[in-house]
């Protein structure tokens, strides 16, 4: 049985207003709208993708 690591991942503050790419990448979290929460698996990609909208979400 293997033990994959996830993260929990909120989002706390609207997208609107903020850069495309930004946007694009809270999609990419698959979160959609506000205090939407996505469990998602602890890989460098995923995590490089939270700390570019870490205005924007938060981590459980």
Same mark, same amino acid.
């Given at each position: 049985?293997?033990? !994959?690591?996830t /993260?929990? +991942?909120k989002l706390?503050?609207?997208?609107i207003?903020?850069?495309?790419s930004? =946007?694009?990448? +809270? =999609?990419?979290l698959? /979160?959609r =709208?506000?205090?939407? +929460?996505?469990? /998602?698996e602890?890989?460098?990609a995923v =995590?490089g993708?939270?700390n !570019?909208?870490?205005?924007l +979400?938060q981590? /459980?």
């Amino acid at each position: 049985m293997s033990d !994959k690591k996830t /993260l929990k +991942v909120k989002l706390v503050k609207s997208p609107i207003g903020c850069k495309q790419s930004h =946007r694009d990448t +809270v =999609r990419g979290l698959g /979160l959609r =709208r506000m205090n939407s +929460v996505s469990e /998602l698996e602890d890989t460098p990609a995923v =995590r490089g993708m939270i700390n !570019k909208i870490a205005y924007l +979400v938060q981590v /459980l």
